[in-house]
């Protein structure tokens, strides 16, 4: 990734849901890790309620003292968002219909079935000259106007949108503008299963405290670790980092699933088309979250059939199969019933693949023996079953994705194991 | 919800890890909630990094505006901690030691065995006539000072002291100085199964662009509807918005199913565990989604058995029992395809509700007749089967969310109705 230190940027964040303490501002820390990766510094963070006058003085000063200025939120349909129509005020531009996009928005509701609200015909207005950027994840699309050597960035407010418009057209804008200049690259290798100190304890060794850096971040059942470095040239930037990577990588490979923005469902299931295998899951304390994001990548259909959310014993014995004196003599959360709700939804979705977890989320449900964290993950296959025990830190909702992660990428590596076994057959043959 | 307006307030981070984001901005929720609970409308935020040009220039800022003021963080020991000497730079006021502070800090260092680092002294200075501010879980005092007319508090940086310090000595002065103002109060409406240019052409007629004010927040599968109000007293401000927000109830009744904080899945939960009803999902196109949300509620076992995550159209039939002609004659995306799932999963888990979705989520999958976005959504009780057709906006994740809150959001109503039916049922006899 490119980078350039010596641009003044301020972010904005509009809505009044922020002032108010309604709606937890990620924004700022998403906006500033990415732009400090791509080498830009954040001088200020500025949060304004969706007030005319207020609004256009936070964009007024904005323009003042800074060269890059990213305004989120107000991008929606309604009376309220007013941030292209403030920021055209300011820079004193006028705000001009974008045939392209009306006729988009007007597709997206005629594919619906459904007649556009008249309300949404404002989504489609754009200070003169901007380049419109495309929501793939909604209907407001961004916009980016460049005038008198300022870039003024509107993006929408929502974070799902909010990211990929950053990523798929903000980034690659910025990385050409900053050409030239002291460039960064980074690196994310992702992991799943082993916990931040854990990680740290590993490769603390391998120092990364200056340049190259390593950092850390912490996510739902995930660990990023974050190695960056800087240098004159890309090649030397690349470089430097590659070396330090790589040991990072070796150290944890075990626990590693994908780089950058690889998620690990859609990992998964690059894997299961490739492997033209088909998966089902029980899940009895992750209640569906597995299901739930293995059918959150298109085209799931292809390679998951579907599965069984077996919250209780009745579920897992009479529609799993699970024999009820396996849950009486070893219990709910057990080896042998994760291994047995594996087989069972194995079988009763017909999938070449059977996946399982069973486990105490908390805060209630524990024993001493038996304690909140502690999750059962079984893999079933025509090969046999295997089952692992993993004991997960934090809340219910640390321990669900946790649990979720750790059975999706149980289900990785035996395609990757098996995919290398194949391949080692064919060269062979 | 009480709310003053009348005093101008802004509240300013300090910390270069806040733009870096290496640190996510709480401060910014908790005293905006809290503020607004005493009745103090937040009109800005800004962060800025250790900086002391720009520090003074923020602080400059905000006295010209605000009346208020709260600045966060850089109250520590070390050099880049500026925040007490830009705020009495910036006023024009000396720094002192305050005596009291100093021997506390060599008592706290003592107590602990240890001699105090000489860098310590610095948290014994304070602007010259502040109120210091105890710090309970921590060594940095904070501390509020009054100058021709303003009132600036300086609170620590990590949230466990902020906190603390808040609630301790913040809150009982606020609340004194805001006796006999101006009081705003406010509700939110959280609604499901429509998009929100509709919530507002339902709506607009009814004004709120002023005092009282209407304003809209649009998340995955919910729309919020934010009233507010202001006046003298706090009954005439609840009076105000009572009557305004009671109009926008009536007019999105079918529609809303919370107030405030309230979750969907929380709320329907509730209702399950008072009729002492159970649960149970067949989920096409939301995958898992469903259970998920809700057995992210703790305690939920109580009343989800548990479900079918029938994607495949092989499981439908095989384990859902979906008559095979019945998804041949219309469809697996058909009303009568979902009323055989919600059927079906009411026998499987053995559950008093069984609950079904099935839709086209997009990208692909569609045809001319069922574009991306049309959901079946089916509840199956002992009284029958309903079905409901929706036509959701937006991409793939708009689309689950919201057939996964319209789902759970007939169940709620039927749950809502039962209870009503019962109770009439009861009075009777």
Sequence with gaps: MEVISGMKTELIFTGTELLLGHVLNTHGQYLGIKLSELGIEVLYHTAVGDDWDRLRGVVRQALERSELIIVTGGLGPT???????????????????????????????????????????????????????????GTAPGALVEKQGKIIVLLPGPPFELTAMFENSVIPYLNRRMSGRQVMRYKVLKLTGISESAVQDRIKDLGGRGNPCIAYVARLGEIQVRVAASAGSPEAAEKILGDLFEKVCSRLEEFAFGYDDDLLEEVLGKLLKESRLTIGVAESCTGGLIGSKLTDVPGSSEYFKGGLIAYSNEVKTKVLGVPPQTIEKYGAVSRETAIAMAEGVRKLTGSDLGLAVTGIAGPGGYTEKKPVGLVYVSLSTEEGSECLEYRFPGKRAGVRHGAANAAMNMARRYLLANKSGRKTGESGS
């Design 79 to 137: 009376t309220d968002d007013l941030t292209v129509e403030a920021v055209a005020d300011v820079l004193g531009i006028k705000v001009v219909l974008d045939r392209k996009t009306l006729d988009s928005l007007y597709a997206l509701y005629r594919n619906g079935g459904r007649a556009m609200p008249e309300s949404n015909i404002k989504q489609a207005y754009f200070p003169e000259g901007a380049v419109i950027l495309p929501n793939t994840r």
